[in-house]
C-alpha cells in the first residue's frame, strides 16, 4: 500500500516517473512490444494461474511488528474460510525479509510455519494464492522507512535479494503450479526503469532454471504506477508472466484524512465523481508547496478519467497476450462519505470486469477492511465479487 508522506511527492509522480524511466534504452523496448501486435491479432497466452477477483492478507506477515503468539492468532484457518465464502478466487500473501529470515540470513521458521499454514489453508478453500515478496531490508518502497535503500545502489545486496528468492523458491516449489504464483518484489523504486528490468530479467532467469512453469508476477517500476509500464521489459518467450499495476488514485478520495498521507490536515467533504473538493477557501492556510500539490491533486475524476489512466497499462498487456493483475487498490473508510466511497468502488470493479483484470483489494483486515469488527462481511465483498 501507497504510504507517502509527502505531499509533493504525489503530484509530481507522472514527472518522477517519466524522468527516472525515460532512458532511450528501456523506453525503446517497451514501445517494441507494445507495437507486436494488436488487440485482436495477438496471440493469447495463458499463464499457469490465471487470477480473478481476491484480496491481500495484510500486516501479518508484512509490515508489523507483532511476533510469537499475536501474530500467529492474528489469522487463522477461519479467516481463508471466510475470505472463500465471500467469493474470493485467490489470496495475496504479502511477506517481509524479516518475518522469514533473520539478518545473517538464516531462516526464521515460526515465520515459514505461518507462510505454509496460509497457503495450504488457502488450498484447502479452493483460493489460489500469489505470495509477494513485499519488503526486503536492502529496499522499501517508501525511501524514509529504509535503513538505507541499497538494493540498486550494491551489487551484493542484489546478489543477496537473488539468494533469498532462491530459498523462497526452495520452500515454495512443491505447491502446485495451477494454484500458487510468485510475485517478485512489491512498489519497485529504482533509480532508473533500466536498473528494474535488468533485476527482474536476473530473477526471471534464476526461477525459471528449476520451474519454467512457475506463474510469475512482475510491474513496472516507481509504486508499480500504470504511468511507468511501457518501460517495463518483458521476455518475449514467457508465457508464464502477469503484469501488475496498484492503482489508488484519486488519492484526495482513496485516502482522505488517512493519517500516514501528507494531506491528513484537510477535514472537509470530498467528491466522487466530480470535482474532489469544491470549496477551496482552505488554500489560503497552506504553504507554497502544499498549495501546488493540493492543486494537483484537486481535479476532476469519474469512471471515465480512471479507465483512461489504465490504458498504457491494458495496452501493454494486451499487446503481449499477458494477463493485467491489480495487485492493489482500496479506499481508507473512516471519513469518507459511504455513498462517494462505493461509487468509486463500483467503478473501479466495472473497469477491471470489462477489461479482465484480476485484482486484490487491499486489504482483508486492517486500515481498508472488507470485515467489520467482529470478522463479518461489510458492503465491500459483494461490490468486489460482482460477476
Not at 539478518?103 to 495450504?120: M, T
Not at 478519467?305 to 491489480?326: F, H, P, R, T
Amino acid at each position: 500500500m501507497k504510504c507517502f508522506r509527502n505531499l509533493l511527492m504525489q503530484v509530481a509522480i507522472v514527472a518522477l516517473c517519466l524522468s527516472s524511466c525515460g532512458d532511450k534504452a528501456s523506453t525503446q523496448v517497451g514501445k517494441e512490444s507494445q507495437n507486436e501486435c494488436n488487440k485482436s491479432e495477438c496471440p493469447k497466452f495463458n499463464a499457469t494461474v490465471n487470477f480473478g477477483t481476491g484480496v491481500n492478507v495484510s500486516h501479518w506477515l508484512s509490515q508489523s511488528s507483532s511476533r510469537g503468539e499475536e501474530r500467529a492468532n492474528q489469522i487463522s484457518k477461519r479467516d481463508f474460510d471466510s475470505i472463500a465464502a465471500m467469493g474470493f478466487d485467490h489470496v495475496r500473501i504479502p511477506v517481509d525479509e524479516e518475518h522469514i529470515f533473520d539478518e545473517q540470513g538464516n531462516r526464521l521458521e515460526d515465520g515459514f510455519q505461518l507462510l505454509h499454514k496460509a497457503i495450504n489453508w488457502a488450498l484447502e478453500n479452493n483460493l489460489k494464492v500469489l505470495v509477494d515478496l513485499h519488503v526486503i531490508r536492502s529496499h522499501h518502497f517508501n525511501n524514509e522507512n529504509s535503513t538505507p535503500n541499497t538494493l540498486f545502489t550494491d551489487p551484493q545486496s542484489q546478489d543477496k535479494f537473488i539468494q533469498l528468492w532462491l530459498d523462497i523458491q526452495k520452500e515454495l516449489k512443491a505447491y502446485p503450479k495451477d494454484k500458487v504464483a510468485y510475485e517478485i518484489m512489491n512498489e519497485p523504486v529504482a533509480p532508473s526503469c533500466n536498473a528494474w528490468n535488468e533485476l527482474i530479467d536476473r530473477y526471471i532467469k534464476t526461477i525459471r532454471e528449476t520451474e519454467p512453469d512457475r506463474t510469475l508476477v512482475i510491474g513496472s517500476n516507481m509504486w508499480q504506477v500504470v504511468q511507468t509500464f511501457d518501460s517495463l521489459v518483458v521476455p518475449s518467450d514467457d508465457k508464464n508472466l502477469i503484469l501488475s499495476f496498484h492503482s489508488y488514485d484519486p488519492l484526495l478520495v482513496t485516502h482522505h484524512q488517512a493519517p500516514w498521507t501528507g494531506y491528513a490536515y484537510y477535514k472537509g467533504k470530498v467528491n466522487y465523481p466530480g470535482l474532489i473538493i469544491e470549496d477551496t477557501a482552505f488554500y489560503k492556510e497552506l504553504d507554497e508547496d502544499q498549495l501546488a500539490a493540493m492543486r494537483g491533486l484537486n481535479k476532476e475524476w469519474n469512471k471515465e478519467v480512471i479507465e483512461q489512466n489504465l490504458m498504457k497499462a491494458i495496452n501493454v498487456a494486451d499487446s503481449l497476450g499477458l494477463q493485467l493483475y491489480c495487485g492493489e487498490f482500496g479506499a481508507y473508510p473512516y471519513y469518507v462519505d459511504k455513498e462517494v466511497r462505493l461509487k468509486w468502488y463500483d467503478d473501479i470493479t466495472s473497469i477491471f470486469r470489462t477489461h479482465k483484470i484480476g485484482n486484490a483489494h487491499w486489504c482483508y483486515k486492517g486500515d481498508f477492511p472488507i470485515v467489520n469488527e467482529d470478522g463479518s462481511a461489510n458492503e465491500l465483498p459483494a461490490i468486489l465479487t460482482k460477476k
